[in-house]
């Protein structure tokens, strides 16, 4: 037996407005086929008035409990991993955690950008290895269309807004039973000018725009996911034809094919919603992840492996058994 982080429920939540290639080219100068041929993007979910990241965290940390069949008082952790918290401090995770009735346990954000939600899956994993608590909301949220440049039209076709959670359980499990097998993370902060936020409370005093060098963060994407890829396998101990579901994160769909093919991946095993939400930073992957559980894809004792690769530069991997 060992003991294991098990994946015991998962939801998620996008805002109400959904907005085509098509409508988006009524204001800005794009068109939906320059979107689709370029990253397969063919609608987003769009943040109306209300409608905030904390509020769509709650809602699919609720979903989440209730594939679980758990309550907010059985929860001992939450991490949330977003780039675009409601306000400076306090925590999102703090919000959430008042909102589901789990006072008094630990709760905290963790900024990775798009990886966000694997650093946030490895520290709540590690943590619950460590005995800090019994079960855990792991969470990735964001309202990326708030920190968007409207008028960049290199940039906010991209995005989109949403929000995906898991409850993970420390639970004492066979070998090849359910649960985080493997986690791989890493940095390099060299190359934070090629997708950056241009403000923050301790420079502009802005929230700032997002700005990106997508030709050459493309190249590096590549690359560095093929390599945590291999990096993570090897560590858990399996090989690629033994993956049931790649989730991956959800930024274009030519990045999702040359990666699954530099990693010899049939495309059929890649879960794929980057059509249908656009990048959603932080959220993508456990979005694409409830998504695959829900319409029946993903079924228990299926090996999955998680990937992201995000401004910083960040960039990991993981691998579970569902
Ligand atoms: N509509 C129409 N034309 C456009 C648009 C648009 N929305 N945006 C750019 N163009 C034009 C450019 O101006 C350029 O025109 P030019 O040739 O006359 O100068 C032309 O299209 C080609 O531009 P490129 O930037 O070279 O286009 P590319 O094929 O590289 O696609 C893209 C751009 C989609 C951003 C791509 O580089 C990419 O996906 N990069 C990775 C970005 C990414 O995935 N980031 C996220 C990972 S990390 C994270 O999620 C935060």
């Not at 954000?109 to 946030?120: E, H, I, N, Q, W």
């Not at 490895?122 to 855990?136: E, H, I, K, T, Y």
């Not at 963060?217 to 690629?240: C, D, Q, S, W, Y």
């Amino acid at each position: 037996m060992i003991r294991r982080s098990v994946l015991l429920g998962t939801g998620s939540a996008l805002p109400e407005r959904a907005v085509s290639n098509a409508e988006l080219a009524k204001t800005v100068d794009t068109s939906d086929q320059w979107i689709v041929e370029r990253t397969g993007i063919r609608n987003r979910h769009i943040a109306g008035e209300g409608e905030t990241t904390g509020t769509l965290a709650i809602l699919a940390a609720r979903r989440a409990l209730e594939a679980a069949g758990l309550e907010g008082k059985d929860i001992g952790l939450i991490v949330l991993a977003t780039a675009t918290p409601d306000q400076t401090f306090p925590a999102t995770a703090a919000k959430v955690q008042h909102a589901i009735g789990a006072n008094g346990g630990i709760a905290f954000d963790v900024a990775a950008v798009c990886s966000g939600f694997l650093y946030a899956i490895a520290v709540a994993d590690s943590m619950l290895q460590s005995g800090m608590a019994q079960r855990a909301l792991v969470i990735g949220a964001e309202t990326m269309s708030r920190i968007l440049d409207w008028e960049d039209r290199t940039t906010c076709v991209l995005f989109g807004d949403g929000a995906g959670a898991v409850v993970l359980e420390s639970r004492e499990v066979a070998e090849d039973g359910p649960g985080i097998i493997a986690s791989r993370l890493h940095a390099d902060g060299a190359h934070c000018d090629l997708l950056c936020v241009d403000g923050g409370p301790s420079s502009t005093g802005t929230v700032g725009h997002i700005r990106m060098r997508g030709p050459e963060v493309f190249k590096h994407a590549v690359v560095n996911l093929a390599g945590v890829l291999t990096e993570v396998l090897a560590a858990a101990g399996i090989e690629p034809k033994d993956v049931d579901w790649v989730v991956p994160h959800q930024a274009n769909q030519r990045i999702l094919d040359a990666t699954a093919r530099k990693f010899g991946l049939p495309p059929e095993k890649v879960v794929v919603t980057v059509d249908r939400h656009a990048n959603t930073s932080a959220a993508s992957v456990p979005l694409a992840l409830d998504t695959a559980v829900r319409d029946g894809r993903i079924k228990p004792g299926d090996l999955l492996v998680l990937e992201a690769m995000g401004g910083g530069f960040t960039w990991g991997a993981c691998v579970l058994r569902a």
